[in-house]
C-alpha cells in the first residue's frame, strides 16, 4: 500500500481519502475479504478513530474529491496510486468500477481537475441514463462544434466511446436524424404515429405539433431541460460546455441521520481542447490498472514466454544434419542417419507418400542386384552408372531408391564409393517400420515442439502407405556462416525432388547437400 505519511493531510482530507477507498470498494457491489483487509489497513495509516469513521457517511462524492483538489502533485498522485491499488486488490474490474475510478482520479489529478468534477445531486425521479454520456451547453461553443459537427471526428470520438461501452448523445445529430424524417410524409407519419404510442396522453401536447416542437428545440433548451430533470441547479456547473455522464447512485446521511438518495455525475469541459479532453477520458477509463489478461490470445503470449513454451516455428536443419529448433535445442533420433533419410524421402512425397509395394519392390530390386555390374577396374561403386541405368526404368521404385541414395549420402559418412553402399540404402527401405518409430519418438520427445503428431510418419493401413503431413514449408537449411533458407531451396532437396535426375558426376569422397557452393 502507498506510503500516506509523507503526506500532510487534515482531518478532513483524511475522511475523504477513506471515503473514496469506501467508494471505490463497493462499487460492484462485491466485497473482497481481501478489499476488507486493504481498508482496514488504510483506515490504520490515516489514524482515524470509529467515530471519525463514521463521519465519511455524512460526505458526498463530490464533497470528498473537492477535499482533496488543492493538494500538491506528488501528494494527488500518491492518493490516485493508493486508488488504483485498492481497485486492483480483487484483481476484478467491472465497468463501473473503471468508471467511478476514472472520475475520481481525473477530478483529484493536477492535469485535468481544472476541467473535469463530480457533482453529486439529489436523486430525481426521472430515470438517468446509464453508459450514455450527453453533450450539454448554456452556450454556444463554436470550439466544441466545430469539432463534434465535423462528420469525421464525430465518428472518431463516437467510436472511441463506443469501445469503452458508452454510447455519445449529441443533440444537433439527433435533431439532423428527425429532420430527414419531416422531409417525407410517409417517414414522417411514421414517426408521429410511434409517439402516440410512447408518449403519456397527458403529454402529447407537443407531439400534436411536431414539425414546430422540433424546430424549436436547440441544446440550449435542451441543456434546462436536462438539468432540472436530474435536480441540479445550473449554478452547480463552472462551464459552459461540457459532456456530462451518470457515474452511480449513492446515498449519503444528511443532518438529520436520515439516508438520502443522491446521483453522482461527472462533467468534462469541454469548451477548448474538445478532442483531447474527451480521448484523455478515454485512455484513463480503458486503463487496466496493472491488470494482465490471461485469456485469448494473451495466453499464447504467456505460453511462449515461459520455460514450458511451444511453437509451431520452422525446424533448422544445419550442417551436422541435426533437426534443431529455434529454442536451440536439437531433435534426437535413434539410427540418426537412416531415420533422417526415411524422413526426407517421405517429406518429399507429400501427402501423397509412398506405398508400400513400391518399398517392397525397391528393396527386392537391391537385393536381386549383382553390385558386381556396377563396379569399376579398380573396385569401387560406380555410382553415375547406376543411377543413369536406374533413371531409365521411370517408375516409382526407381526414384525411391535414388532419392534414398541422394538424401543417405548427406547425412551419413559412408563411403558411397564402397561396393556395399547399396547395402545401407536396402536396409533404410526395409526397416521403415522401425526407422518411423524412431522418428516419431524423436519428434513426441521435443518438449518446445508444438503440436508434434503433425511431424510424425503415418502408416495407413487402408492405403498400405507411408506419409508425412507436415509441409515441407516448416523446414529451413542452414550452413555455417550462412542465414537459413527453405528447405525446398536448398541443393539438398534439389537433389531428388526433381522428377528426373541429372546424373551424380563421380565424386571420391561425400559430397554433403547440406552446404552451399
Not at 462524492?61 to 493538494?71: F, G, I, P, T
Not at 476484478?92 to 493536477?110: A, T
Not at 491488470?291 to 511451444?310: M, P, Q, V
Request: hydrophobic fraction near 35%; charge should be negative.
Amino acid at each position: 500500500m502507498q506510503d500516506l505519511d509523507s503526506i500532510n493531510l487534515n482531518g478532513t482530507q483524511r475522511r475523504a481519502v477513506m471515503k473514496l477507498a469506501v467508494e471505490l470498494v463497493k462499487a460492484d457491489d462485491r466485497i473482497h475479504s481481501k478489499e476488507v483487509s486493504v481498508l482496514d489497513e488504510l483506515q490504520s495509516n490515516l489514524r482515524l478513530e470509529q467515530s471519525e469513521l463514521d463521519l465519511i457517511h455524512y460526505l458526498s462524492l463530490e464533497s470528498a474529491v473537492d477535499c482533496l483538489k488543492n493538494l500538491d502533485e506528488q501528494s494527488t498522485k500518491t492518493i490516485i496510486n493508493l486508488f488504483n491499488e485498492i481497485m486492483c486488490s480483487d484483481n476484478d474490474i467491472d465497468f463501473e468500477e473503471n468508471l467511478l475510478l476514472s472520475s475520481i482520479s481525473m477530478s483529484c489529478d493536477n492535469d485535468s481537475r481544472d476541467w473535469c468534477g463530480i457533482i453529486s445531486a439529489e436523486a430525481p425521479e426521472s430515470e438517468v441514463p446509464e453508459k450514455q454520456i450527453v453533450f450539454l451547453e448554456s452556450k454556444t461553443s463554436e470550439a466544441a462544434h466545430l469539432v463534434l459537427d465535423d462528420k469525421y471526428d464525430n465518428l472518431l470520438i463516437s467510436k472511441a466511446f463506443s469501445d469503452i461501452g458508452i454510447e455519445l448523445f449529441y443533440l444537433p445529430d439527433i435533431l439532423r436524424e428527425f429532420c430527414r424524417h419531416l422531409e417525407g410524409d410517409d417517414k414522417f407519419g411514421l414517426l408521429k404515429r410511434s409517439m402516440e404510442y410512447l408518449v403519456p396522453a397527458g403529454d402529447k401536447v407537443r407531439s400534436g405539433n411536431l414539425k414546430k416542437s422540433l424546430a424549436s428545440l436547440d441544446t440550449r433548451t435542451f441543456y434546462h431541460l436536462i438539468l432540472s430533470r436530474f435536480n441540479i441547479a445550473p449554478d452547480r456547473i463552472p462551464y459552459q460546455v461540457f459532456l456530462l455522464i451518470k457515474i452511480r447512485d449513492s446515498h449519503i446521511l444528511d443532518d438529520s441521520d436520515t439516508m438520502r438518495r443522491t446521483v453522482d455525475f461527472l462533467c468534462i469541459d469541454i469548451s477548448s481542447e474538445v478532442k483531447k479532453r474527451i480521448l484523455t477520458f478515454v485512455s484513463r477509463f480503458d486503463e487496466k490498472r496493472d491488470l494482465l489478461s490471461y485469456k485469448g490470445y494473451y495466453k499464447f503470449l504467456y505460453d511462449y514466454l515461459s520455460a514450458e513454451a511451444k511453437i509451431t516455428n520452422p525446424i533448422s536443419i544445419n550442417s551436422k544434419g541435426d533437426f534443431t529448433l529455434e529454442s536451440g535445442d536439437i531433435i534426437k533420433f535413434k539410427s540418426a542417419p537412416q531415420a533422417k533419410t526415411l524422413y526426407l524421402l517421405l517429406l518429399s512425397r507429400g501427402d501423397k507418400g509412398i506405398s508400400q509395394i513400391d518399398f517392397n519392390k525397391a528393396v527386392s530390386f537391391l537385393k536381386a542386384l549383382d553390385i558386381n555390374e556396377y563396379l569399376t577396374s579398380a573396385g569401387d561403386f560406380d555410382l553415375p552408372r547406376f543411377k543413369e541405368i536406374l533413371s531409365g526404368k521411370d517408375n516409382e521404385y526407381a526414384r525411391v531408391i535414388l532419392d534414398t541414395i541422394a538424401i543417405y549420402r548427406s547425412f551419413s559418412t559412408k563411403d558411397i564409393e564402397r561396393k556395399d553402399f547399396l547395402e545401407y540404402v536396402q536396409s533404410i527401405l526395409r526397416h521403415r517400420s522401425s526407422l518411423k518409430t524412431y522418428i516419431n519418438s524423436g519428434f513426441s520427445s521435443a518438449r518446445k515442439l508444438a503440436n508434434p503428431e503433425h511431424y510424425m510418419v503415418r502408416f495407413d493401413p487402408d492405403t498400405k502407405t507411408y506419409s508425412v503431413s507436415a509441409s515441407p514449408s516448416l523446414f529451413t537449411v542452414t550452413s555455417e556462416g550462412s542465414s537459413s533458407i527453405p528447405l525446398t531451396d536448398s541443393p539438398l532437396w534439389k537433389a531428388f525432388i526433381l522428377s528426373t535426375h541429372p546424373p551424380i558426376p563421380k565424386i571420391k569422397n561425400n559430397q554433403n547437400y547440406l552446404h552451399f557452393h
